[in-house]
């Protein structure tokens, strides 16, 4: 096919005016002084939004409060947005383009360890502060990340021992495949050895899968006193409505989730949930002025229908985390930053925590809760407050 | 092994066979007949599923005593609004593409796009509960062992009904046989008087709302939000390819091949290690019978 | 039928400009939006493979990212050989599990290096592999298939299924692969730090001057006897074979060719963007390279480039600013390029002119008869959509 090369210069010529134009036509955020830049960086589009896009919610009505009394180091807080799309090659460019261009004073970013692994190199590169609010396998220790919610031992064992105390001894273990859940699951055993109790089988089921049949017969055949789930998102509602259909629900048959919170409650269904176990480090139901003052700010900005979850709850300290070490340095320094996070206390919606001294992660408690009817979980056993270790003797 | 155990794997064969053939048969019709390979399938059954949702919700909200009912009522609902966009589809773009099967793919895969992000602006990015009925909760249990569940029983159900409702419109209505002559022998039923471009539209049509069925049985068993249409997309797929196009029995022979494989592999090992496999025998399959399984003669 | 013509002056005046448009580039943009046209740029290699394979071979690969994730992937088991323990994590991991494996491995609890793993301690073998296994893999699967005469859809589908199972296989194996993560996390390329933007820089050049070589080779292929032939197999494989030949051989040639061009640019994403991720193997990635081809056009080398340069300009522009757009677009581009646009924006002034009712600039003998001169997209569009023969 010829190409004329009229049309083709016009064509390119074109093409270079905008690419040369580009950046002058769509620039960035004006630097202000009197403003502190902070990112964003979730997936608003793409498979994982479903979980993650609410949790920008919760970061933005964190810095809307802070905003409103004075800021931080006297700065308001300007926010960035950008969307990570469930892509993880996207999360790094984001990342890059927030540190880069935007000279972010910290990120408040990803949920899927996916997207936090890629985007580590470049938060270390930039030398960049990234705060993490989701529950993840533990095994990584970045000094520009904070792990503001719990590595896989300060939940599995608390979790795994309660268990074989209440419950039960033998143990079915099934997840989705891919890290987190075997990890957990790499933790969990031993933990149930030593508690006496013994693994009838471990299953993992591939991220997105929807058929579950032959899994819940694998399960029947062993009949186990208690089924560990470390499944994931969306296959999570066939789950639980296949477990229903092939006759197991909350009142026969004890299982514990480890990646279930009110929020994906409604979509699985709550009548399949119904008696189910989950362990979060946070619960909705919790009492306590800090936690009831945060339900309350943030029904009435976002809705009375919307259920806040773990991870919503840990993106919220977070950019309060961030926002006391910055105070605490008086300055918006990472090294800084880091540093005066060492042993940093909060008196947070889920309790008072602390970070730990050297290692960027929290103290937490786990806590295990019922499902009710409504989709809220009901607490009934509460950890003291559990040491980070994401580094631990598996 | 017990014997329950193997009755409970050959039923969950069965189910992923009714399963598999529901969504497959929707897309086996509109390939047979027209080569078209509509990748926007899946958004289709997801259309139905929202639909099933929308239904639940109304009847929630205005009708709580018939609650019971509003799945059936839902499925009927499914197949007329999957119909009519169907066959809106097809008169206003996909009628340009035939001939072109490679570029109706990437057509319709530019449609699925747009689907998808429509159900994310409409009913948000997480999942809509769909509520299952009263007498399709829980499961049939004949013996102590067995339990099956009455969910899949329904789909099974379903999916005979579909399947005989199907073979009376092709092989015992006039409509069947102007779609069958024109599979055939397009040229040859224009010069006898069919109208062909209405059997194209009408073919269509009922290709998508039947995706709109399966969609809708499926809120049974899965997840209904934005990408549930890929959650099975692949495998209706392989299963219409690997059947032979123009052949519908060809269409429920691979599912039921696939399904089996499917159920006794995931039993003995890692779910990904079962899909890897499946999608490899079929591969292999391609290459010694490049048309399917059951391929017809026709004359274009 | 004519030829497609290839290499007129309107074609090298292209690449004139697009030499000069990426390297004036790199001194006009800032350094994030220059790495973004590096990342850019990689994408363009599938793409121009595409050219030669779809536009004038007429085989349709919707799985080309198998062989963009093989030499991302080889790449990276280089790369993360040799940075085993120099990361933050590495050297935690090593420190708390004395295990100098890649951290993937050691988390999910592996205790040896496998064997294919080990000789991509070797910069010479991972190169290897990389123009090796991928051309070579692809090279056999097309000949048996097209020997068996499977084309068209079906073969389509194949490669697709292939895309599909490459990810599941890689996600499925997360102590070898990394997992649904990929593999992330490295620093240097045989000591030189791949992150300062001085090396970003050089790589640049580097990409830039390999997708040249590349556009170049491609107009050489297409003006030799091969590119005549397989021009002759796209639309009409019947007489092309009575003729004597065998339109496997073919076929499978520029296949390999494809294959090869996609995993070059896998390597050099590896080394750019410091990750290799199941995520650019499957089956939506695939597809969407199928669009920066279409967009450019799909008869025409340098097109694809700027096909892919267009399309994520427009995806990085919209999702900073309007995220939910982004798929709608990128939706009605599918269509509208399929549908209105099959030679995509390099033919656009082709079919302005022809719009315009005046005859084409190069008008095809079967003209002369008085029918309207068909485009020989149309055409080839028609015939090379191909049947199973």
């Given at each position: 096919m010829p190409i004329t090369r009229r049309a083709f210069l016009k064509s390119s010529g074109g093409a270079a005016a905008a690419t040369l134009a580009a950046p002058y036509i769509w620039p960035r955020g004006a630097w202000a002084q009197s403003t502190v830049k902070v990112g964003i960086l979730h997936s608003l589009t793409g498979t994982i939004a479903i979980a993650e896009a609410s949790v920008v919610d919760a970061e933005k009505l964190a810095i809307e409060e802070i905003n409103a009394s004075g800021g931080v180091n006297g700065r308001k807080i300007e926010v960035i947005v950008e969307d990570g799309a469930s892509d993880w090659p996207t999360f790094a460019e984001k990342a890059r383009k927030?540190?880069?261009?935007?000279?972010?004073?910290?990120?408040?970013?990803?949920?899927?360890?996916?997207?936090?692994?890629?985007?580590?190199?470049?938060?270390?590169?930039?030398?960049?502060?990234?705060?993490?609010?989701?529950?993840?396998?533990?095994?990584?220790?970045?000094?520009?990340?904070?792990?503001?919610?719990?590595?896989?031992?300060?939940?599995v064992i608390a979790a795994v021992n309660w268990l074989a105390q209440n419950k039960g001894k033998s143990f079915y273990l099934?997840?989705?495949?891919?890290?987190?859940?075997?990890?957990?699951?790499?933790?969990?055993?031993?933990?149930?050895?030593?508690?006496?109790?013994?693994?009838?089988?471990?299953?993992?089921?591939?991220?997105?899968?929807?058929?579950?049949?032959?899994?819940?017969?694998?399960?029947?055949?062993?009949?186990?006193?208690?089924?560990?789930?470390?499944?994931?998102?969306?296959?999570n509602?066939?789950?639980?409505?296949?477990?229903?259909?092939?006759?197991?629900?909350?009142?026969?048959?004890?299982?514990?989730?480890?990646?279930?919170?009110?929020?994906?409650?409604?979509?699985?269904?709550?009548?399949?949930?119904?008696?189910?176990?989950?362990?979060?480090?946070y619960f909705q139901s919790l009492k306590g002025s800090p936690n009831e003052k945060f339900v309350k700010a943030f029904k009435a900005k976002y809705g009375a229908n919307r259920v806040v979850g773990d991870t919503l709850e840990c993106g919220y300290i977070s950019v309060y985390l961030w926002k006391m070490a910055a105070e605490k340095a008086k300055s918006f320094e990472v090294p800084a930053v880091v540093a005066a996070s060492s042993e940093l206390e909060i008196d947070a919606p889920e309790g008072k925590v602390k970070f730990h001294k050297a290692n960027h992660h929290l103290w937490k408690h786990a806590r295990i809760g019922a499902f009710r009817k409504d989709g809220q979980i009901e607490m009934i056993y509460e950890s003291p407050l559990i040491e980070p270790?994401?580094?631990?003797k598996i | 092994m017990s014997l329950d155990i193997v009755v409970m794997q050959a039923f969950n064969g069965l189910s992923l066979f009714t399963v598999l053939a529901l969504m497959a048969l929707g897309l086996a019709i509109v390939f047979g007949l027209m080569g078209v390979i509509n990748m926007a399938h899946g958004e289709l059954m997801a259309m139905g599923a929202y639909t099933t949702y929308l239904t639940a919700v109304i009847f929630e909200r205005f009708m709580p005593g018939l609650l019971g009912i509003y799945l059936l009522v839902a499925i009927v609902l499914a197949f007329a609004v999957t119909f009519l966009f169907g066959l809106a589809l097809e008169r206003s773009f996909i009628r340009f593409l035939y001939n072109r099967p490679l570029d109706t793919m990437l057509a319709t895969w530019g449609l699925s796009l747009i689907l998808q992000q429509t159900f994310r602006s409409l009913f948000g990015p997480r999942e809509v509960g769909v509520p299952s009925p009263q007498w399709l909760s829980g499961a049939w249990q004949p013996?102590?062992?067995?339990?099956?569940?009455?969910?899949?029983?329904?789909?099974?159900g379903l999916t005979v009904l579909v399947g005989l409702a199907l073979y009376a419109l092709l092989y015992r209505t006039r409509w069947g046989l102007r779609i069958r002559a024109v599979t055939q022998n397009r040229a040859m039923s224009g010069a006898v008087g069919i109208d062909t471009a209405r059997v194209d539209a009408m073919t269509f049509?009922?290709?998508?709302?039947?995706?709109?069925?399966?969609?809708?049985?499926?809120?049974?068993?899965?997840?209904?939000?934005?990408?549930?249409?890929?959650?099975?997309?692949?495998?209706?797929?392989?299963?219409?390819?690997?059947?032979?196009?123009?052949?519908?029995?060809?269409?429920?022979?691979?599912?039921?091949?696939?399904?089996?494989?499917?159920s006794w592999l995931e039993f003995t090992m890692t779910g990904s290690m079962a899909k890897a496999t499946i999608l490899l025998c079929v591969i292999v399959a391609l290459y010694f019978r490049p048309a399917g399984l059951f391929a017809l003669k026709v004359r274009r | 039928m004519t030829q497609a013509r290839v290499g007129r002056a309107g074609e090298l005046a292209g690449i004139v400009v697009l030499a000069v448009l990426t390297s004036v580039v790199p001194f006009t943009l800032d350094e994030f939006r220059q790495q973004l046209a590096a990342k850019y740029l990689c994408f363009a290699f599938p793409a121009v493979g595409l050219v030669l394979l779809w536009g004038y071979g007429g085989i349709l690969s919707l799985g080309?990212?198998?062989?963009?994730?093989?030499?991302?992937?080889?790449?990276?088991?280089?790369?993360?050989?040799?940075?085993?323990?120099?990361?933050?994590?590495?050297?935690?991991?090593?420190?708390?599990?004395?295990?100098s494996l890649p951290d993937f491995m050691v988390w999910n609890s592996v205790e040896t290096l496998p064997w294919w793993w080990r000789p991509f301690h070797s910069l010479s073998f991972a190169l290897a592999a990389i123009v090796i296994i991928p051309p070579l893999f692809a090279f056999l699967l097309a000949y048996a298939n097209f020997r068996k005469r499977v084309g068209g859809v079906y073969f389509s589908i194949i490669t697709l299924a292939l895309a599909a199972i490459a990810s599941i296989v890689i996600i499925g194996q997360q102590g070898y692969t990394g997992g649904v993560n990929g593999i992330t996390d490295f620093k240097t390329f045989l000591g030189v730090d791949i992150l300062s933007n001085g090396v970003k820089r050089v790589l640049y050049f580097v990409t830039v001057a390999l997708l040249l070589a590349a556009v170049l080779a491609g107009r050489a292929l297409l003006r030799s006897r091969t590119g005549k032939i397989l021009v002759a197999i796209r639309d009409r494989e019947d007489r092309v074979r009575f003729s004597g030949y065998n339109p496997a051989t073919f076929k499978a040639f520029v296949f390999a060719v494809a294959a090869l061009l996609a995993s070059i640019g896998g390597a050099l994403f590896a080394l750019q963007e410091g990750l290799a991720s199941p995520s650019l193997v499957g089956i939506v990635p695939s597809i969407e390279m199928v669009i920066y081809a279409a967009v450019g056009g799909r008869l025409s080398l340098i097109g694809s480039v700027y096909g892919t340069l267009l399309v994520f300009s427009a995806k990085t522009f919209f999702s900073e600013n309007f995220p939910e757009i982004w798929l709608y677009l990128l939706g009605v581009l599918f269509i509208l390029v399929v549908m209105f646009l099959p030679t995509g924006l390099a033919g656009l002034g082709e079919r302005l002119r022809r719009l315009r009712g005046r005859p084409a600039r190069a008008a095809s003998p079967a003209a002369a008869g008085g029918r309207p001169a068909r485009s020989e997209v149309d055409s080839a569009v028609e015939v090379g959509s191909g049947r199973p023969a």
């Amino acid at each position: 096919m010829p190409i004329t090369r009229r049309a083709f210069l016009k064509s390119s010529g074109g093409a270079a005016a905008a690419t040369l134009a580009a950046p002058y036509i769509w620039p960035r955020g004006a630097w202000a002084q009197s403003t502190v830049k902070v990112g964003i960086l979730h997936s608003l589009t793409g498979t994982i939004a479903i979980a993650e896009a609410s949790v920008v919610d919760a970061e933005k009505l964190a810095i809307e409060e802070i905003n409103a009394s004075g800021g931080v180091n006297g700065r308001k807080i300007e926010v960035i947005v950008e969307d990570g799309a469930s892509d993880w090659p996207t999360f790094a460019e984001k990342a890059r383009k927030l540190l880069d261009r935007d000279k972010v004073a910290a990120i408040m970013g990803c949920y899927t360890s996916a997207s936090r692994k890629a985007t580590l190199p470049v938060v270390e590169r930039s030398k960049g502060l990234l705060y993490y609010p989701t529950y993840y396998e533990g095994l990584e220790m970045s000094p520009n990340i904070m792990y503001t919610a719990q590595e896989a031992t300060q939940s599995v064992i608390a979790a795994v021992n309660w268990l074989a105390q209440n419950k039960g001894k033998s143990f079915y273990l099934i997840g989705s495949d891919y890290i987190w859940p075997r990890t957990t699951n790499k933790i969990a055993k031993p933990t149930i050895e030593k508690a006496g109790g013994k693994v009838l089988g471990e299953d993992y089921i591939p991220l997105g899968n929807v058929e579950f049949a032959s899994v819940i017969n694998k399960i029947k055949a062993q009949k186990p006193e208690v089924i560990l789930s470390t499944v994931v998102g969306g296959s999570n509602v066939a789950f639980y409505k296949q477990l229903q259909a092939a006759g197991l629900n909350g009142k026969n048959q004890a299982l514990l989730a480890l990646a279930v919170s009110e929020e994906e409650a409604s979509g699985i269904g709550t009548e399949n949930l119904e008696g189910f176990l989950s362990c979060m480090g946070y619960f909705q139901s919790l009492k306590g002025s800090p936690n009831e003052k945060f339900v309350k700010a943030f029904k009435a900005k976002y809705g009375a229908n919307r259920v806040v979850g773990d991870t919503l709850e840990c993106g919220y300290i977070s950019v309060y985390l961030w926002k006391m070490a910055a105070e605490k340095a008086k300055s918006f320094e990472v090294p800084a930053v880091v540093a005066a996070s060492s042993e940093l206390e909060i008196d947070a919606p889920e309790g008072k925590v602390k970070f730990h001294k050297a290692n960027h992660h929290l103290w937490k408690h786990a806590r295990i809760g019922a499902f009710r009817k409504d989709g809220q979980i009901e607490m009934i056993y509460e950890s003291p407050l559990i040491e980070p270790n994401p580094f631990p003797k598996i | 092994m017990s014997l329950d155990i193997v009755v409970m794997q050959a039923f969950n064969g069965l189910s992923l066979f009714t399963v598999l053939a529901l969504m497959a048969l929707g897309l086996a019709i509109v390939f047979g007949l027209m080569g078209v390979i509509n990748m926007a399938h899946g958004e289709l059954m997801a259309m139905g599923a929202y639909t099933t949702y929308l239904t639940a919700v109304i009847f929630e909200r205005f009708m709580p005593g018939l609650l019971g009912i509003y799945l059936l009522v839902a499925i009927v609902l499914a197949f007329a609004v999957t119909f009519l966009f169907g066959l809106a589809l097809e008169r206003s773009f996909i009628r340009f593409l035939y001939n072109r099967p490679l570029d109706t793919m990437l057509a319709t895969w530019g449609l699925s796009l747009i689907l998808q992000q429509t159900f994310r602006s409409l009913f948000g990015p997480r999942e809509v509960g769909v509520p299952s009925p009263q007498w399709l909760s829980g499961a049939w249990q004949p013996s102590p062992g067995l339990s099956i569940p009455l969910s899949r029983l329904f789909i099974i159900g379903l999916t005979v009904l579909v399947g005989l409702a199907l073979y009376a419109l092709l092989y015992r209505t006039r409509w069947g046989l102007r779609i069958r002559a024109v599979t055939q022998n397009r040229a040859m039923s224009g010069a006898v008087g069919i109208d062909t471009a209405r059997v194209d539209a009408m073919t269509f049509a009922i290709g998508s709302g039947l995706a709109g069925i399966a969609g809708s049985a499926l809120t049974m068993l899965a997840s209904t939000g934005p990408v549930t249409g890929q959650q099975y997309i692949v495998d209706t797929f392989i299963v219409v390819v690997f059947g032979g196009v123009e052949s519908l029995l060809g269409t429920f022979s691979a599912a039921f091949m696939i399904a089996q494989m499917q159920s006794w592999l995931e039993f003995t090992m890692t779910g990904s290690m079962a899909k890897a496999t499946i999608l490899l025998c079929v591969i292999v399959a391609l290459y010694f019978r490049p048309a399917g399984l059951f391929a017809l003669k026709v004359r274009r | 039928m004519t030829q497609a013509r290839v290499g007129r002056a309107g074609e090298l005046a292209g690449i004139v400009v697009l030499a000069v448009l990426t390297s004036v580039v790199p001194f006009t943009l800032d350094e994030f939006r220059q790495q973004l046209a590096a990342k850019y740029l990689c994408f363009a290699f599938p793409a121009v493979g595409l050219v030669l394979l779809w536009g004038y071979g007429g085989i349709l690969s919707l799985g080309q990212g198998l062989y963009f994730g093989m030499g991302s992937y080889f790449m990276a088991m280089f790369l993360k050989l040799e940075a085993a323990a120099q990361t933050n994590t590495g050297s935690a991991l090593s420190q708390f599990y004395g295990s100098s494996l890649p951290d993937f491995m050691v988390w999910n609890s592996v205790e040896t290096l496998p064997w294919w793993w080990r000789p991509f301690h070797s910069l010479s073998f991972a190169l290897a592999a990389i123009v090796i296994i991928p051309p070579l893999f692809a090279f056999l699967l097309a000949y048996a298939n097209f020997r068996k005469r499977v084309g068209g859809v079906y073969f389509s589908i194949i490669t697709l299924a292939l895309a599909a199972i490459a990810s599941i296989v890689i996600i499925g194996q997360q102590g070898y692969t990394g997992g649904v993560n990929g593999i992330t996390d490295f620093k240097t390329f045989l000591g030189v730090d791949i992150l300062s933007n001085g090396v970003k820089r050089v790589l640049y050049f580097v990409t830039v001057a390999l997708l040249l070589a590349a556009v170049l080779a491609g107009r050489a292929l297409l003006r030799s006897r091969t590119g005549k032939i397989l021009v002759a197999i796209r639309d009409r494989e019947d007489r092309v074979r009575f003729s004597g030949y065998n339109p496997a051989t073919f076929k499978a040639f520029v296949f390999a060719v494809a294959a090869l061009l996609a995993s070059i640019g896998g390597a050099l994403f590896a080394l750019q963007e410091g990750l290799a991720s199941p995520s650019l193997v499957g089956i939506v990635p695939s597809i969407e390279m199928v669009i920066y081809a279409a967009v450019g056009g799909r008869l025409s080398l340098i097109g694809s480039v700027y096909g892919t340069l267009l399309v994520f300009s427009a995806k990085t522009f919209f999702s900073e600013n309007f995220p939910e757009i982004w798929l709608y677009l990128l939706g009605v581009l599918f269509i509208l390029v399929v549908m209105f646009l099959p030679t995509g924006l390099a033919g656009l002034g082709e079919r302005l002119r022809r719009l315009r009712g005046r005859p084409a600039r190069a008008a095809s003998p079967a003209a002369a008869g008085g029918r309207p001169a068909r485009s020989e997209v149309d055409s080839a569009v028609e015939v090379g959509s191909g049947r199973p023969a």
